[in-house]
C-alpha cells in the first residue's frame, strides 16, 4: 500500500490550472473505460457469431423439422428423421444430479477449507483440487468406467433400488434394470468433474469476507457455525453463485467423460438407472462421423438447443437470486 | 515482474524455434491425412515406416472418423482422407473435385459375448445377431441361438445388448452386414451408416468401451474390430456366412472374403463384401479405403502420394499380418497398381 | 447457562461444522484415488523417452510423447496471451465502469458462452481460422482454446475486483489518483490472488480439452514449426491412444494425463511464485 501511495504522489503533476487537470484525468479515466468496454464487448461479438454460425449451419434441419425438433423421440440418421427430446431429458437431468450431488459438497467443503482449516493445510490442498480440473475428460471418462459403472452396478445400484426405490413416488427415479451406466452415473462422474471449481472459487471467496463481519456475528453471541452460515456465507452469495454458476455450465457441456458412462440410449426413462445421452454427448459422438448435410445440419441444431437450454437455465437461476434476496449480501 | 516478462518471451521464442529436427530443411513434403480410426495401427507404421525410408516425406495422419476424413478431404484442409465405408454416388456428385478409392488393408467385426456359465465359442446364425440387434430375440435361450449351439447350457436370461454409441466405420460394416441378411433390419433400421437408430441396447464409446461393457455385464453381447479381439485375447464367436457355414473370423477367412468377388469388384473399387460367397469366407468383412483426389496441383506431393501407394500395396502389406489386419488378395493389388496411373 | 436452545445450538454447530469436515474429506479421498490412480497407471509408463522421443507406431518400444508435450505448452501459451488480456480487461470493465444492463448482458452473454459444448467452439474456431486458409494450425487450436479460457476469467476477475473493500479506492483517491489508476495500481493489486487463481483454473480446464482441438490444431506425429501448421498435443494423444487396442498405447496415455496434470501443477506453482516476488515490494 506503501508503494502504492508513494507512486501516486509522484503522478499527479503540477497544476497547470484545475481545468487542464481534470481534463487529463478524464481523459486516462475515458481510455481506461473504452478499453475495457471494447474487450467486454468482443465477448459479445464472439458469442454472436457463434450463435450466428450455429443458426446459419443448422438452416437445413430447422426448415425440415420445425418447432417439432423440440419434442421429436426419434434420432434416425438412416432415415433422416432428428429430434433433440431424448438429449435434452439427458441433458437436463445429467446435469441437475451433478449439481444436487456437487454445490453441497463443494459448498460444505470450501467452508471448511476457509474457516475452520489451518491457512497452510488449507493452501495445499486448494492447490490439489485446482489440480483436479485439469484432468483430461477422458481420463474422467476412463476413470468412470473403471471404477464408478462397476460400483454402480453391483453395489450402489441394488442398494438405490431396494431402499429408496420402493418409497412411493422418490421411488421411480431408482427401478428397473441397472447396467452399472446411466444417468445416475454420469452425474456422478460430473459432480466429481464440477466440484473443483465450486471448491475453488467459493473458498477464495469466503477468503475475502473481511473478519469484521465474522467478529461482529460471534459478538452478538453467535456459534461459529451460526456466524458462518448466516452471516459469512450470504456475504460471500454473489461469488458462491458464480461459482456454481460456472459448474452448471460445465456440466452442461461435458462431451467426453459423459458419453463414456451414460449408456447412449437416445430413450426418456423415469429412472436415473437407466441409461440415454446427452445433447454435448451426442454432438460430440457422430460429429466426425456425419455425411449427410441434414444430419450435419441436425447435429448443429443440437447445439443451438444446448446454447437455448443454457440460455433459459442461466435466466431462471438468476431469477432465483433476485428472489430470494434477503438482507446481508455484500453491498453491490 | 520485468523478468517474469523476459522468461516468457524467452520461452515464447524457443518455442517457436522448437523442432528443426524434421527435416525442415527444404525440401520436406508434408502430407497432412486424415480419416478412419479403424485402420490407424497399420497406417501410422506404414506412414513411420516409410518415412524412415524417404526422410523428406512426412504423411501426418490423424483418427478423426471416417466422416471427418471425408469433409475435410471435401473442404480442402488434408491431402487425402481414409474411410471405412465407401463414399456414396450423392457424396462423389457433390464432391468438387473427383475422388478416387484405394483399398489398404481388411478388417472384420466380430461377435463378442459374456455369458454366464458359458466358456468357448459359440455359433451365431444370421438371423440370431439380426434378431437380437432387433431386439425380437431378448433371451439367451430362444431356439435360434440355441438350435446352432446343441450341447451348450444357454441361460434363460435376457440378453443386454451392447453397440457404438459414437459414429464409426465398425458400425458400418456391422449394419451393412445385417442390412443384407435381414429384411426386417433393412425396412426397420436402414441400410449401412456409421451411426443408426439402434432399436435397443446400450452404448459403448469406442472399442474400448464396447469391449468395457461386455466384460462388466453379465449377459452380454458387443461387437468389436477383430484386430481389437485378437489383440486383447476377448473371446468371440462363429458367424454364419452366405453359404451356411459357421466360420471364426480370422486373416485367412477375412481375404477370403476379398478374394471371392476379386473379379466383380468396381473399377473404383467401391464394394461391400459383407456376406460374400463362398464356404470359408467370413461374411462380416470390409475394405477400409484410402481417398485420394485424382489431380494434385502439386508435383512434389503427387509423387509422393503415388509413391507411397505403389509402397503400400507391395512393401506395406507385409507389415499387415503382424498388427491383425488381412492382406489384399493379389487380384486387388494387382488392379490398384494400375489405377495408381489415374492420379494426375 | 444451558437452556434447550443454546443446547441446540451448541450441538447443531458441532454436527454443521463436522459435516463441512466430512465432506472435504470425501473430495479430497476422491482427488487422491483419481491422482494415485493416474500415478500407478501412468507413472509405470513415464520413462526418458517419453520426453523425448516422437510416437512411434504400435508394437515398436521407445516412443514417447515429446511434441504433444511442446505442443501442449505452445496451445497453452496461446490461449493464455489471447483468452486471459480479454478476460482481465472485460472483468475490470464490469467491476469498474459497467453501466448497468450492458453489463446485465455482458456477465450474462459470458455464462453462456461458458456453457457451450467444447466441440462445438472447436467447429466455430474451425471455421473462423482454418478453413479460410484450408489448414489446420496451432494457431486455430490456440483460438479455440482461448476462447474457452475468457468466461472463467471474466468471472473470476470481476469477483474478486468487487471484494476489495471500498475504503482502499477510496484512500487512493483521496490522495489524487485516477480511476484507472486506482485500478491499476491498489485494487487489481489487492484482487490479483484470486484473479490469479481464476485464471489458473481457467488454463487447467483448457489445458485438458480434446474435442476443440480435433478440427483446429488437428494433431501431428511429427514436430510443429511456428503457429501455422497442425500441432500435436497432450489429450488428443491421449485420446487416440485410450480408445485403441493396444496395451502398450494405454499405458502411454495414462502417463499422458499424468505429465499433463504435472504440466498444469508447474504452471501453477510457477504463477504463483512470480505473483508472490513481484507483490513482495
Redesign the interface.
Known sequence: ?S???T???H??PPQAGPRAFLHR?RQ??E???L??????????L??S??VY??WRNSHLSRSAFGWAFFWTKVWDPNFDNFGAAPFIYGTLVTSAVALVLAV???L??A???S???PRNISDV?S?????????????YG??GIF?VVPLMRTTLGPLLINTVGNLPYVGALFRGPNYGVGFLTAGIVLA?MV???I???SR??LL?V?REQREAAMALGA????ST?QVVVPWAR??IM?SV??A???A?????AVTMVIGNAAAIKASLLAPGDT??ST??NQ??EATGDLYLSSL?EL?LV??LI??IL??LA?ILIVATERGGG??? | ?K??LLVVWL??LT????????A?QGGAI?L?A?GA?FP??IY??W???YHTAHPNV?I?????GSG?GIRQLQ???VDFGASDGPMSDDQLSQSKFKILHFPTVLGAVVPTYNIVGVTGDLNFTQKALAGIYLGSIAKWNDPEIAKANPGVNLPSSDIVVVHRSDGSGTSYIFTDFLSKVSDDWKNKVGKANTSVNWPVGLGG?????VTGLVKQTPNSIGYI?L??AI??KIPYGNVQNAAGKFVKADLASVTAAAAADAKSIPDDFRVSITNAAGPKVYPISSFTWLLIPAQIQDAAKRDAIKDFLKWMLTEGQKYNE??SYAQLPKEVIVRETKAISLIQ | MSSPRIIW??S??FV??T??????F???S??F???G??IWNGGTSLSWNFFTQL??????TGGGMA?AI?GS??LL?LAAVMGL??GL??G???A???GKT?SF??R??????????????G??AY??V??PV???SALAGGVALG?MV???T???TE??L??V??N?REA?MA???????T?A??VL?AAS??IL??M??AL??V?????PL??TA??????????G??IAS???M???Y??????DWHRQ??AA?LV??AL??LS?LGARF?LA??KA?
Open positions: 500500500m508503494a502504492a501511495a507512486t501516486i504522489a503522478e499527479v484525468l486516462g479515466d481510455i481506461a473505460h478499453i475495457t468496454l471494447t474487450f467486454a464487448a468482443l465477448i459479445l464472439l458469442t457469431m457463434l454460425e450455429l453441497p459438497l463443494g460444505a467443503s467452508i471448511f477449507l474457516e475452520l482449516a490442498i492447490f490439489l483440487i485446482d489440480l483436479l480440473a485439469a484432468v483430461p475428460s477422458v481420463i476412463l476413470l471404477i466429481i466440484v473443483p471449481f471448491i475453488s472459487v477464495e471467496v475475502t473481511p456459534t461459529r457455525w451460526e452460515w454473489t461469488g458464480g454458476f460456472l452448471l455450465a460445465r452442461l457441456g461435458e462431451t467426453m445433447i454435448a454432438i460430440a460429429f466426425t448443429i447445439g444446448l446454447f443454457t440460455f442461466n435466466g438468476r455484500r453491498p453491490a | 515482474m523478468k517474469a520461452m515464447m518455442m517457436a524455434l522448437t523442432g528443426p529436427r524434421a525442415a508434408k497432412n486424415a480410426t490407424t495401427p501410422t507404421k506412414f513411420d515406416v512426412e501426418n495422419y490423424q483418427s478423426i471427418g473442404s480442402g484442409t464409446k469406442g472399442n474400448e468401451g474390430e484386430i481389437y489383440q486383447n503382424g498388427l | 445450538r451448541k447443531l454447530n454443521m461444522l459435516l463441512t469436515g466430512v465432506a472435504a470425501a473430495v479430497v476422491v482427488l484415488l483419481i491422482l490412480y493416474l510416437p512411434k507406431p504400435v508394437g515398436e511434441n511442446v505448452l505452445k501459451f488480456p480479454v480487461l472485460a475490470v470493465y464490469l469498474e465502469f459497467g450492458f448482458i455482458v450474462y452473454t459470458t455464462d453462456l458462452l461458458n456453457g457451450v459444448p467444447s466441440i462445438v467452439i467447429i466455430f471455421s473462423l482454418v478453413l484450408k489448414h489446420f476462447i475468457i468466461p472463467i471474466v468471472r473470476s469477483e474478486f468487487r471484494a473493500p471500498g482502499m487512493a490522495l489524487g489518483a485516477s480511476k484507472w489508476k485500478i495500481t491498489v493489486p490472488g484470486g487463481t481464476g489458473l483454473l487447467a480446464r489445458a485438458g480439452e480434446t474435442a480435433l478440427f488437428f494433431g501431428n506425429r511429427f514436430w510443429s514449426q511456428g503457429w501448421q497442425p497432450l489429450p488428443v491421449i485420446y487416440t485410450a480408445v485403441a487396442p493396444y496395451d496415455a495414462w494425463g499433463l496434470l498444469v501443477l501453477n512470480i516476488r513481484s515490494v
